[in-house]
C-alpha cells in the first residue's frame, strides 16, 4: 500500500513568548526568557514563586462572556491557537469537505484550575453537592477537540491524546498515521495546557521536578547546564493543519515542511525518571528515521526535550549519540524550553512549530541559560548555546517525553 504524502498548512500559538507565531518565533531567534513571577494565585507559601505563565491574554478578545465561562483556561488557550492555524491555512473554506477534516487535541491534564476550584469549593461547604453544570464537560481532557469540530463542523476522526508531557507529539503521530491511510485529508492537531495554578506548581514541587530559583526566574530553566534543578512550568498552546499533499496543493495551499516520519516508545524503567542511557528515546529516534526512509547521516538540527531535569538531560544526549554516532556532533541540537519553559501536554505541539520553522527559514533558535558545563553530558554535541545558528535544515527532528516512560518524535523536512 502506498501511503499518503503528508505537509504542515497551518501553524497556531499562544505560549509564554507571544501570542501567535510570529510573537513566539521572533522571541525564541532572539533567546527571551519567558519566566517571571507568578501572577495566577498567592505562592508566597509554595516552594516556587515564578513560572512561564501567557501574558496578555484576554478571554474576551475571543469568546463572549458567555462562551468564556464554559472553557477552562486550558480550552481556551487550545481554541485561540486552533482558530489561528485554521486561518492560517484558510481551512475554514466552503469548499473544503469537512467529513473529511478531523480534530486531535492533547492535554496532559485538562482543566485542572476548573477541577481544584469545584472541589475547594465543596470542600469549604457543609456537604451539600452544589457542583456546577459545566464542571465536567469544562474539565475532561478531550473537551476542546470536541469544541474545535463544533466551530467548524469537522466531522473526520475526533479526539484527544493523553501520555503526559508527550501528549501532543502522539496526536500529531496519530494525525499523520491518519491521513497517509486515507482516513482523512486534514488535520487540526496540537494541545493545550494551563496548570500554572496551586495543585499544578504544588504537585510539581512535592516531586521535587521544578526549579526553585526563585532569586533569578529568567535563568532558572537551564538544558544542559551543570547548575539545571529542575523543569519551569509553562502554559499555553499550539496548533497545526496537517494535510494530505496533493490535496494541499490543489487548494493552493502554504506548505511550511513536510511531515517525514513518526516514532514512538516506551522506556519500561520508572514511573517519572527516563531509561539512564536513553534507551527509550534512542528507539522512539530510530523508529522515526526508519518510518522516513532516512539515514541517520542525513539529520541536521533536534529539537530536544531538554527539560532543565538533573536525569533528563544527561539520558537524551546519550540517546543522540548512540543512534546518530559521529555524526551526532554535526547536528544543530536545542532547547526551546530554556525559554518557554516546560509547557507538559502542549510542549510537543510548541515545539513541533519551532521545528517546522527552524526547516522552514534555515535557522535554529538557541538554548539560552548555558553558564557551567557538565562533565557528564558529551560537550562535543553542538547544543546552539545561546545564540541561534543559520544553516541549512532539510531535515529536523523533534522530541518529547512524557511521566510514565513515554517517548515521541516526529521528523519534518523541506517540502521538494
Known amino acids: 500500500m502506498k ?75 487550545g481554541l485561540v491557537a486552533a482558530y489561528q492555524a485554521v486561518a492560517d491555512a484558510k481551512l475554514d473554506d466552503e469548499n473544503i469537505d469537512k467529513e473529511r477534516v478531523g480534530v486531535i487535541w492533547a492535554s496532559g491534564i485538562g482543566g485542572l484550575e476548573t477541577f481544584a476550584k469545584e472541589v475547594g469549593d465543596y470542600a469549604k461547604g457543609d456537604g451539600t453537592p452544589r457542583y456546577n453544570p459545566f464542571f465536567i464537560p469544562k474539565m475532561i481532557a478531550d473537551i476542546t477537540a470536541g469544541h474545535i469540530s463544533i466551530k467548524y463542523g469537522f466531522q473526520g476522526p475526533n479526539f484527544a491524546t493523553v501520555s503526559a508531557c508527550a501528549s501532543s507529539a502522539n496526536a500529531m ?36 521536578a521544578i526549579s526553585t530559583r526563585n532569586d533569578d526566574p529568567k535563568t532558572a530553566s537551564r538544558p544542559f547546564d551543570k547548575d539545571r534543578d529542575g523543569f519551569v512550568i509553562g502554559e499555553g498552546g499550539a496548533g497545526l493543519i496537517f494535510e494530505e499533499y496533493e490535496h494541499a496543493i490543489a487548494r493552493g495551499a502554504t506548505i ?87 509547557l507538559l501536554g502542549a510542549a510537543g505541539a510548541v515545539e513541533a512549530i519551532a521545528t517546522v520553522l527552524a526547516v522552514k527559514n534555515d535557522i535554529v533558535p538557541p538554548t539560552i541559560n548555558h553558564y557551567e558545563t557538565d562533565p557528564n553530558i558529551d560537550q562535543k554535541l553542538d547544543f546552539t548555546f545561546n545564540v541561534a545558528k543559520k544553516r541549512t535544515v532539510d531535515v529536523a527532528l523533534s522530541n518529547t517525553f512524557g511521566f510514565g516512560g513515554h517517548n515521541a518524535s516526529l521528523i519534518f523536512k523541506k517540502n521538494k
Open 256 to 342: 511550511y515542511a513536510e511531515v517525514a516520519g513518526a516514532g514512538l516508545s516506551a522506556d519500561a524503567h520508572h514511573m517519572t525518571s527516563p531509561h539512564p542511557e536513553g534507551h527509550g528515546a534512542m528507539l522512539a529516534m530510530k523508529w522515526a528515521l526508519q518510518d522516513a526512509g532516512l539515514e541517520p547521516i542525513q539529520m541536521d538540527h533536534i529539537n530536544t526535550h531538554g527539560t532543565s531535569t538533573p536525569l533528563g538531560d544527561i539520558a537524551e544526549p546519550k540517546a543522540i549519540t548512540t543512534l546518530y554516532g559521529e555524526h551526532a556532533y554535526n547536528i544543530s541540537i536545542n532547547s526551546t524550553k530554556s525559554m518557554t519553559g516546560h
Open 173 to 208: 503521530a496519530d494525525a499523520f498515521n491518519y491521513i497517509r491511510l486515507g482516513k482523512a485529508d486534514a488535520f487540526v492537531v496540537g494541545g493545550s495546557e494551563a496548570a500554572v495554578n496551586s495543585p499544578g506548581v504544588g504537585g510539581f514541587n512535592a516531586m521535587h
Open 3 to 77: 501511503l499518503r504524502r503528508v505537509v504542515v498548512t497551518g501553524l497556531g500559538a499562544v505560549t509564554p513568548l507571544g501570542n501567535t507565531v510570529p510573537e513566539y518565533w521572533d522571541a525564541l531567534l532572539n533567546g527571551v526568557s519567558g519566566a517571571a513571577e507568578i501572577t495566577r494565585f498567592d505562592h508566597s507559601k509554595f516552594k516556587t514563586h515564578f513560572a512561564c505563565e501567557v501574558k496578555g491574554f484576554n478571554p474576551l478578545d475571543h469568546f463572549d462572556r458567555k462562551e468564556a465561562r464554559k472553557y477552562d483556561l486550558y480550552a481556551q488557550f
